[in-house]
């Protein structure tokens, strides 16, 4: 039978080397990349190629380069946790927003239990995917050391703790943290309570270090009474909020570890009749739609989640492309942005 494609089919490896005069192989090695190709062949085959709009087939190509085109983005947080946290949406744009100029495919997993993470360590295990980008991790989370065991390139945005072995991109949560209290210091707040974020993730603890060293930096000693504890949720910010009212009424200003716990805060406070700024001021983490929208709107610090996007990708496509780069750890800046809470 002839190497030539039937009407409608899509042309195949065999076709582009009867019409560039070469062995099959040849074509394979010129498409691929791969060296050990004359000139005269390779131009010959990319000639052809042209002529006969080949497109190689991922699948066979991926049997020659044993690469996918394709990356992971893990989310190990439910569903209404990705909905609510404008966090994650603005990562998940600069990570697509990075992949644009690729060819890449991208892969949103989320792993919500054992049975998920199971499922997970199977596909990866696989090697269906040439990386992972790891999102929201916790100080006792499997994934990053089970993905470093098999292999995998992988880049978290984010870190376990700050002697996080693998490449990781977070914002300057500490320095923000503190450049916050250090405002609320300096506009003559005097109770400054803090609602945290799940001290498991280095996010939250890194927050809350910040709140103490500016009060340190002011020869103020922390009142640990001041902290409550939440789960960077909007139920939870109000649940902590109404949990420090409570031990300390005389408290005069919040700062919260993110602005869907400030969000929270504000109404707790309006329900017991505290105005805001007059008798508490509220600062919040993240600087998204959220501030903008709050009554009144949220002074807050700004974290680049979108470049956070952007960047752990490039590190991971430098990865694959090069697994034996050393790791590299960044710490993005962050801004505070005044608005009417302070």
Known sequence: ???????????????????????????????????????????????????????????????????????????????????????????????????????????????????????????????????????????????????????????????RTPVEPLSHVHADNLGGAAGAVRHLLDRGRTAIATITGPLDMDVGHSRLQGWRDAHVERLVRPDESLVANADFTEEG?????????????????????????????????????RRVPEDVAVIGFDDSIVARHTVPPLTSVGQPSEDIGRTITRLLLDEIKDPALPRRHLTLPTTLTCRETT
């Open 237 to 273: 910010g109000r649940a902590a909020m109404r949990d420090l009212l409570g031990r300390r009424p005389d408290l005069d200003a919040v700062f919260a570890a993110s602005d869907v716990m400030a969000a929270g805060a504000l109404t707790e406070l309006r329900e017991h009749g």
């Open 1 to 159: 039978m002839s190497s030539r494609n039937r009407p409608g089919r899509p042309p195949t490896l065999e076709a582009v080397a009867q019409r560039a005069g070469v062995g099959r192989g040849t074509v394979s090695r010129v498409v691929n990349g791969a060296p050990g190709v004359s000139a005269k062949a390779r131009a010959a085959v990319e000639a052809a190629v042209a002529e006969l709009n080949y497109v190689p087939n991922p699948a066979a190509r991926s049997l020659v380069t044993s690469r996918t085109d394709s990356i992971a983005l893990v989310i190990p947080e439910s569903e209404s946790r990705l909905a609510s946290e404008p966090y994650f949406s603005a990562v998940i744009r600069g990570v697509s927003t990075e992949l644009a100029e690729t060819d890449m495919q991208l892969l949103l997993i989320l792993v919500r239990d054992e049975r998920e993470l199971r499922r997970l360590t199977r596909f990866v295990g696989a090697h269906r995917v040439d990386g992972v980008l790891l999102v929201s991790v916790r100080q006792d989370d499997p994934l990053p050391a089970l993905l470093e065991e098999l292999r995998i390139p992988t880049v978290l945005a984010g870190r």
